[in-house]
């Protein structure tokens, strides 16, 4: 990995351990790859309110749209449309808690990017990363920066100027046939006024609240007592 | 030369014809998910987790029933080989999975990232991992099957306080898989 490429990564690190408050809004695209290889591409938008460490807010629509609301305690994650809401007592930090969404398959944009802690380490298996270009996305000036992997391939664009952060996310996945491709593309605003009650997750009047399935209960590790 | 049209337009047509019917399909199982296609991942760390070498850890470990629950039963013979097709047998439907555990300590560059040890399958749709397979009335699945919408003419049923579906001599309840809403087969409640 290049000495630049490196460069402008940490300058996104150190940008987003610095924001303590901040909202982005993400426009994803997802590609699925079908029989005889027809790439179907779904998009979707989300929103994402984040007041670290212990505060999270994340509305997702596409197929599957869905709320996930985590607030130093407990972990909610809701499907307003159908009305149904599953529950769980969660870690004390947003670190802690990104380490379990990733490890219970909950998608959610930029979750790889949520975590400072994760960041710190997030370099440490990839196999080549360059810096190519610096472009523009959305009247923003973002470096371009690309990485190869075992089996994917990502991108990533950050911002130039006082606050290095994610313009856009390119995934590749190489190992599946037809090489579906994930990107979003974000707009941060790290300025946002939140409500007081922003981060507290207040079932709907006919809500139900639901079990996890068994699969999505225990990962691999064991639940910590 | 005009030998070769018609044989063109048979090519035509056979191409149509293949591209017609996952695109047919799509069409029709719609809003919710086009259904079985291989999906990009999300996310840097779950791509990671995904394309790592299929390991089969013991899922018989005892767990510490951190759920309020004490029905749980921790030693059930859950198959390890399962392959997320959701079909053994023994599902215990007094079971409250209502926690999650906390692997607080997740290493992102070592193998054993989350869920990518279990039977991650390439071929996995991790949006909709649910059998997309029409629901023909009259088709019975096995206990532990999920489907992603119920099929008509069900009829709310209330149990020990909880609330489930019967719809074709089958009870469901609906719980949460990852990210969407699901519909699980149960033993009568």
């Known amino acids: ?225 | 030369m005009t030998a070769q049209v018609p044989q063109l337009l048979g090519y035509l047509a056979l191409s149509l014809l293949l591209i017609g019917a996952p695109l047919v399909e799509a069409a029709r199982l719609g809003g919710h998910g086009a259904g079985g296609g291989v999906r990009a991942h999300s996310s840097v760390s779950h791509a990671r987790a995904a394309s790592q070498p299929r390991v089969q850890p013991n899922r018989n470990i005892q767990r510490p029933p951190v759920r309020r629950d004490n029905n749980v039963n921790i030693n059930k013979n859950i198959n390890i080989n399962d392959n997320r097709n959701y079909r053994h047998g023994d599902v215990d439907i007094d079971v409250d999975h209502h926690g999650w555990g906390w692997d607080e300590d997740v290493d992102i560059d070592v193998d054993h990232n989350g869920r990518g040890d279990w039977d991650i399958d390439v071929d996995v749709d991790h949006h909709h991992p649910v059998a997309t397979a029409a629901i023909v009335t009259g088709s019975v699945l096995a206990i532990g099957s999920m489907i992603n919408s119920l099929p008509p003419n069900c009829q709310q049923v209330y149990r020990h306080g909880n609330e489930y579906y019967y719809c074709n001599n089958q009870y469901y309840q609906a719980q949460w898989n990852n990210n969407s809403v699901v519909y699980v087969v149960v033993n009568n409640p």
């Open chain 1, 1 to 225: 990995m290049t000495a630049e490429a490196r460069a402008v990564y940490e300058r996104m690190h150190t940008s987003l351990q610095a924001l303590k408050r901040y909202s982005v809004s993400v426009q994803s695209s997802q590609d699925e790859v079908l029989d005889y290889g027809y790439k179907l591409q779904h998009n979707s938008q989300a929103t994402l309110d984040v007041q670290a460490p212990t505060h999270l807010r994340a509305q997702i629509s596409g197929e599957a749209p869905r709320l996930i609301v985590y607030d130093g305690n407990t972990l909610t994650l809701a499907s307003p449309e159908q009305g149904y809401y599953a529950q769980t007592p969660a870690p004390a930090t947003l670190n802690q808690l990104v380490n379990g969404l990733i490890a219970h398959d909950v998608e959610m944009p930029l979750v790889d990017f949520l975590s400072q802690t994760r960041q710190a380490q997030f370099l440490a298996g990839v196999k080549r990363g360059v810096l190519v270009d610096s472009e523009q996305i959305d009247g923003q000036t973002c470096d371009h920066l690309a990485f190869r992997e075992p089996t994917i391939d990502w991108q990533l664009w950050v911002s130039q100027g006082a606050q290095a952060l994610p313009c856009k996310l390119v995934i590749t996945t190489r190992y599946t046939l037809g090489d579906p491709q994930y990107q979003a593309t974000m707009k941060w605003n790290t300025n946002p006024g939140f409500a007081a009650d922003h981060f507290t997750f207040v079932a709907g009047k006919d809500a139900k609240r639901i079990p996890f399935t068994r699969d999505s209960v225990a990962p691999q590790q064991e639940p910590q007592p």
